[in-house]
């Protein structure tokens, strides 16, 4: 054991028994892996261990990794506890805003960003002996990033470094593998737990959306909880709405003797603390929390659990560079974790608001957050770090290529990084500095050099916590204004902005603390806070617009805006600025395919072109319009999708009016052209042909279906298109031969075209019938029965392949069968058909023997027969 410190008498848990073991491991190998499941204690007892070790010098710290804040700091005075001391001596924390240590601190608890930062300041953390990952199963991007850099300093600069990977549900032998490390597994103990699920014909009156799910049930189980079972009730919802909906709806229908208490991460401390701490002596508490409550928390005195089964996920979707919230179903690992919190101290019992049957089918784990987040502050770490290819460093999941590019592409809009090598600049390492967002950092640092850097510092602080406003009136269903501007005059004067609108006080208190923090971090930083006025004089728009390039939007309509990547977003202009055209967008909620700003600004034409100059483009551009169903040429100014400015030219060049109409019909759609019957029917030979004979031919045959050619126009109707100025003429156009050109093969292919796949068949009666091959595994010859007499085969195409589907047709012209058996009707169905329409077509052959009559399509009279 190392001589500076002497290890306490530890409390009588499960990881106790596999401390040894896991010291050894530690002594022999830089990196081990400890499996230990909820209860077993790993995150109280692990790091007086590790500080105790022999390989531990005196001097080097022990660093233990928390997801979570509240964890962090709920961790930090457990191990305080144990030691008989206050945190901040030997034992203390680091979270954003907040820390308590000392030149005598050896065992730091640090969320998981705060290890990034060191390691960029000090690659081989010379002070650090150990890293402790825990609740490494939660796999958050900051984790993953951190034990990246960590294994790769290790490898480089530390072979001694010790790197502790704790997880109570990740496959530790997998990981142990990928490493490579010793896994050392310890027991868990959990009282027994009686777990309870939703009775399924309950389940089936319940409403599908989430939050009314959850609103509706979660109160009255509560209530039973309290009558049925003794101890505190924690109760797991998604996100901060619904635990104030369920708070709202339980009102004063509590017992007396009990305290209803909300944690989740944007409330203040004493909040959270008073969460935490075992009720009085005759008293109960009710606590909804968020998944905050999920790991590394022993909140004394639960004895039930009420498992909402529902977390809430951050989803990045790279196409379009938006991050969205999204309501999940819970997975089981995290389902567990849940349930566990009940068995900590005493038997416990559960309830999942889903059935068992709904059990089965949830995923077994969240998907790393790596593969869901927007990465760009990853990549600006990264950089920083060196590493220009993310593949070079160790992962257990490779950053995803296409998140990887759209950060580059946002760091590089930004200024953080530089040229095609994608190097870090001057304001890339200022930027990372901050501890922001990279989008959220530039705003401040720019908003600085613009000269408003109290207003950049207090936009930052509320665009990085949540809302501050929310209605007055609970359960208002309206969506808040998405002004921005209103948020900064709530900040300054601490009230309302509009009547009707109320404030969370927290979330104001908070962002206070977060603008004083980054004001603290810039040049000549003002020493008070800045007034409504300062809010008053700066140029919103043009402040989130540093933050948000690529979504500065464009008025379309009242309720509509253009972005500068072209993507439209819904917004009600007139709850912004009705009179305003141009608008910077921070927030998008809704869907990837119909996203709704929440939080905007305007933005004037003259900031936007000053400060975007070198982004706007002049040229000329030809377009169709459809108000006259023509093309016309302009000179546009544009910066992206935005049209700043355009003027009328003259004669357009052919090439690009041909180019517009084009554009026309690839918007529009295939629709607009002209679609004969003729037409249709090519286009559905060409495409059947392709998938029964496809590369099995001489040629090759691509496909003819509407999406191919909507693709492919350009190439095949082009050309068609010199010339033409109008949808008229586009619309006279006949189709046939710009489709038959498409074909590789040119001449044979159009004779292979007629043999495989005819546009008509001549049947017995000598008549030619149009084949219809709408459905290419079953073209259609629908043919007056009487016409087939004494055909016994059924007719086929594809060189024999396919047979054709035949809609025998009465005299009448109805169909009387449909079959691809031919023979088969004369033997069997034709008699049946006879028996029913003889009567009513008297004048036509209805004969006894119909595979030996004449075929015809006349009458008998006209047949020469009686």
Partial sequence: MSAAFRLPPLPDLPVVAALPELLAALAASPRAVLEAPPGAGKTTVVPLALLAAEWRPAHQKILVLEPRQLATRAAAARLAQLLGEPVGRTVGYRVRLDSKVSADTRIEVITEGILTRMLQDDPALEDVACVVFDEFHERSLNADLGLALALDAQAVLRPELRILLMSATLEAQRLGQWLPAPVVSSAGFLFPIETHYLDPRRATSLPNKPSERLAELVPSQVRDALAQHEGDVLVFLPGVADLQRVDRKLGDSLPVDTDLHLLHGELPLEAQDAALRRAPAGRRKVILATSIAETSLTIEGVRVVIDGGFARVPRF?????????????????????????????APGTCYRLWTEAEHHLLPAHRPPEIHTADLSGLVLELALWGTTDPASLRWLDVPPAAAVAQARELLGRLG????????????????????????????VVRGAELGHGPTAAALAALLAERDLLRWATPNDPRPLPPDLRLRLEALASGRPPLPGLALHHATLQRVRDVARHLQSRLPKAPAASPRNQEFANAPIGLLTALAYPDRLAQREAPDRLRLVTGQRVSLRTEDVDPQAEFFAVAYLAGTASQPRATLAAPLDREELAAAFSEQITTTEEVRFDPATQRVSGRRVRRLGALL?????????NTELVAQALLGYLQEAGLAKLNWTDAARQLQQRLEFVRQHVGEAGAESWPAFDDEALLADLPAWLGPHLNGLKSLDQVQRLDLTEPLLARLPGAWAQRQELDRLAPAALEVPSGSFITLDYADPTAPVLAVKLQELFGLTETPAVAGGRVPLLLHLLSP???????????????????????????????????????????????????????
Avoid: C
């Fill in 644 to 652: 700043l400015e355009e003027k009328p030219i003259g004669q357009p």
């Fill in 812 to 866: 009448g012209g109805r169909p009387a069968q449909v079959t691809r058996d031919l023979r088969s009707f004369w033997e069997k169905g034709y008699f049946e058909v006879r028996k029913d329409l003889k009567g009513r077509y008297p004048k036509h052959p209805w004969p006894d023997e119909p595979m030996k009559h004449i075929p015809t399509k006349l009458t008998k009279k006209r047949l020469g027969t009686s």
């Fill in 317 to 345: 979707a790279p196409r379009t560079g938006f991050t969205s919230l999204e309501t999940v179903p819970v997975a089981r690992a995290a389902a567990d974790q849940r349930r566990g919190r009940a068995g900590r101290l």
């Fill in 416 to 443: 953080a990084l530089s040229g095609d090598n994608a190097q870090p600049t001057p304001h890339g390492r200022q930027l990372a500095k901050l501890g922001l967002p990279p989008r959220l950092g530039h705003l």
